[in-house]
């Protein structure tokens, strides 16, 4: 019974560790021997609860901020903006930063007012809407989407060529949003073969040339390619080469904004903060990765270093446009909301069930706040850091 009760707290600690719709369980399984109790003692006895890896504050405020997920490097900014001292520097009492357990959960608890403030990926928030959920955006710090097509070259000739192709569709929000990607290439969804597959087998699948091609989170790439071997090249398309859907903004509980004037200073605060933390984390990848092991989360000592900093160039690729470049980080417009609710009624039943982007946003935030900005030698070391994974994005 020990044995048993030894792996299934390992399984519990997964949960927090590994990447949103990874099976825990197989992952365990798949893994050699002796590898539970090796990673029992990586893991030790601290991570549980709401608090940090080592027991530590995650902030002060009665506020709670939700992450989308556990305390990994995709979402190290809100832990930089406290242990770093960004949202003291904009003069506010620190949010209670807490991980997540999935953005469907963390879109919920913000959109009912449970929580006050988050960040999730966009298509759960769109389906909260429809269900008149009371949530605001107020910045998008991650303008671009990490749902892309990885295809195999001697298979497929390009992102055009889907038809009679065998797709897997590995996760739920690529299974729900698949044929805006073949409509948006100009192919009837009709004439591919596209069907889920758990996202942990999808990496064999694709090996094995049971799949032509996987639609779903492009910071996998680098797990594909390892199952793939070097005789196949992969081909990469980021869904936002053809269209418009951001990737996980920021948004507030509106009942919560409005029932204290000061709550939107609060609110243009945390933005300052967040912006500053966000440029600090651009500029130091490597470092926040040693932060995040050494004193958010020592789970992440059990994680390969390439696969930690594959993680984080894939999170800068998706936070550094152009368009924040210029506007500062965290900026968003109407515009943007507009066209990824447009583009992505698909995952609702009666698309007139959605409000206007002009219902949904709070832009005082980004008109108040302070946003950091990066110059062009910031720019150029950012870009250097991830220069294959920009590269994919038009």
């Not at 507030?252 to 933390?277: F, P, R």
């Amino acid at each position: 019974m020990a044995r048993q009760d030894d792996t299934e707290e390992i399984v519990t600690k997964l949960d927090r560790l590994l990447p949103e719709g990874i099976n825990r369980r197989r992952f365990l399984q798949a893994s050699a021997g002796g590898f539970t109790a090796a990673v029992a003692g990586c893991l030790g006895a601290n991570g549980n609860g709401g608090g940090n890896g080592n027991g530590k504050s995650n902030g002060d405020a009665d506020v709670v901020w939700r992450q989308p997920w556990a305390q990994e490097p995709t979402w190290s900014i809100a832990y930089i903006a406290n242990l770093e001292g960004h949202w003291e520097d904009a003069g506010i009492d620190t949010p209670n930063v807490q991980p997540g357990e999935g953005s469907p959960d963390t879109a919920r608890r913000i959109g009912t007012g449970e929580e006050e403030i988050g960040q999730a990926e966009f298509g759960s928030c769109v389906t909260g809407l429809a269900e008149g959920q009371d949530m605001r955006f107020f910045s998008v710090p991650k303008p671009r989407a990490l749902l892309g097509f990885i295809y195999r070259t001697d298979r497929i000739k390009s992102e055009e060529d889907l038809e009679g192709k065998n797709i897997g569709l590995a996760s739920p929000f690529a299974e729900e949003t698949w044929p805006i990607f073949p409509e948006a290439v100009g192919v009837n969804p009709d004439n591919v073969n596209a069907d889920y597959v758990e996202e942990d087998a999808a990496p064999g699948q694709l090996a094995k040339g049971n799949l032509d091609a996987i639609y779903g989170a492009l910071d996998l790439l680098g797990t594909y390619r390892d199952q793939v071997g070097d005789n196949v090249e992969l081909g990469v398309t980021p869904i936002n080469n053809y269209l418009t859907v951001i990737g996980y903004p920021l948004m507030v509980n509106g009942k919560w904004l409005d029932e204290d004037d000061g709550n939107m200073d609060y609110l243009t605060g945390v933005l300052e903060g967040y912006s500053a933390a966000m440029k600090w984390c651009l500029l130091n990848p490597e470092k926040t990765i040693d932060i995040m092991i050494d004193e958010v989360n020592e789970e992440l000592q059990i994680q390969d270093r390439e696969t930690l900093s594959s993680q984080m160039r894939w999170n800068v690729a998706i936070s550094a446009t152009e368009e924040t470049r210029k506007e500062g980080l965290g900026w968003f417009s109407e515009d943007q909301i507009q066209s990824s609710l447009d583009n992505l009624t698909i995952m609702v039943d009666n698309p007139n069930d959605l409000p206007n982007a002009s219902d949904i946003i709070e832009m005082g935030p980004i008109e108040n706040a302070e946003l950091s900005t990066l110059n062009d030698d910031e720019w150029k070391q950012v870009v250097d850091y991830t220069k294959e994974e920009s590269s994919f994005f038009e």
